[in-house]
Nanobody, 120 residues
């Protein structure tokens, strides 16, 4: 079975930086889109950034110019570099990947989330 594990969350200062990572493991044949979502307290989950298998990226307007997503296909890993942090960036961040396995075909998988707190 495929598992996604996030790391790198924690406390960041306003104006500071944090780097999130998410590693996929299991019998993986291909990983298509890799995405980061976030869910602030009492709000809906939103797509923050995504990167396609070809390396095309997208960002929600609120993080453009501050966040950067990249992937390491050899390690089945996606990173989210967060800079110029703002209090409104505080949320639980979830990794999401579209993965093909020979047993289950093309499925979407989620990590359990990592908490990001922004405070001085």
């Amino acid at each position: 079975q495929v598992q996604l594990v996030e790391s790198g969350g924690g406390l960041g200062q306003p104006g500071g930086s944090l780097r999130l990572s998410c590693a996929a493991s299991g019998s993986i044949a291909t990983i298509y889109n890799m995405n980061w979502y976030r869910q602030p307290p009492e709000k809906e989950r939103e797509l923050v950034a995504g990167i396609s298998i070809g390396g095309d990226t997208m960002y929600v307007d609120s993080v453009k110019g501050r966040f950067s997503i990249d992937r390491d296909n050899a390690k089945n890993t996606v990173h989210l570099q967060m800079s110029s942090l703002k209090p409104e960036d505080a949320a639980v961040y979830y990794c999401n990947m579209e993965i093909f396995t020979f047993r289950y075909g093309r499925q979407t998988y989620w990590g359990r989330g990592t908490q990001v707190t922004v405070s001085s």
